[in-house]
């Protein structure tokens, strides 16, 4: 289970809050990627925060509804576009970075899941499958794949057809044969082989009918 070790390592060198970054949707074909950077308060955690990927998503929902409640919240994403133009790394690096910004204020520290921590101004540390290490960072990848997959449901009902209120854009089988049948949408990343490949496919088939 992920505890506060890191929190107070840094809190003693850098006194001040500490801020937990994590993102959500870095691999699904369509859809934004988003980051959440979280500020736990130490006096109100809430009971049974994990790495996102092993909770239900019943318990992601809870447990995001009491993080909002009990500790300081930023939410940052970058568009499609912005994953087609600058790729789904760089686009990842701005979603946290917006996330960080949208705190409202500057942390002391920020400790990023992930191997690489954005170019920014603050002082920071990544930390190698850290949603499963470090609270804070656990706390900001809940609320991240929490916010993302409410985006996948609304998309879900303005494109049916995909499934995206079950596979949150991820390339599921289901998915795949819709954009072969279907083609993209707006919010499928055309810089992702499989989405590009179904575009150069689904033209063709226009042009034919």
């Known amino acids: 289970m992920p505890d506060l070790k890191f929190e107070r390592r840094y809190k ?13 949707g870095r691999g699904p074909l369509a859809g934004p990627v988003v980051a959440a950077a979280v500020v736990l ?25 009491e993080l909002l409640k009990c500790a300081k ?23 946290m970075t917006r996330a960080v910004e949208a705190l409202g204020f500057v942390p002391a520290f920020v400790l990023v899941d992930g191997n690489r921590c954005p170019d920014w101004g603050h002082q920071s540390h ?3 499958g850290g949603d499963a290490l ?12 929490h916010k993302r997959d409410c985006m996948m449901h609304e998309l879900d009902a303005l494109h049916p057809g995909y ?4 596979n949150k854009g991820y390339s599921a089988k289901f998915h795949q044969e819709a954009l072969r049948t279907l083609g993209p949408t707006p919010h499928h990343r055309r810089s992702f082989g499989p989405v590009a490949q179904a575009e150069l496919n689904f033209g063709p088939r226009i042009a034919a009918e």
């Open 73 to 95: 919240v930023g939410v940052g994403m970058a568009s499609v576009e912005e994953i087609d133009t600058l790729n789904i790394f760089w686009a990842t690096m701005l979603a």
């Open 134 to 145: 470090c609270l804070s960072i656990a706390a900001a990848s809940i609320v991240a794949k």
């Open 163 to 166: 499934g995206w209120a079950s």
């Open 126 to 128: 990544a930390v190698i």
């Open 12 to 24: 003693r060198l850098h006194k001040g809050l500490i801020a937990g970054v994590d993102e959500a």
């Open 41 to 65: 308060d130490p006096k109100c955690i809430p009971e049974g925060i994990d790495d996102s990927k092993v909770l239900t998503a019943a318990k992601r929902e809870r447990l995001c509804e």
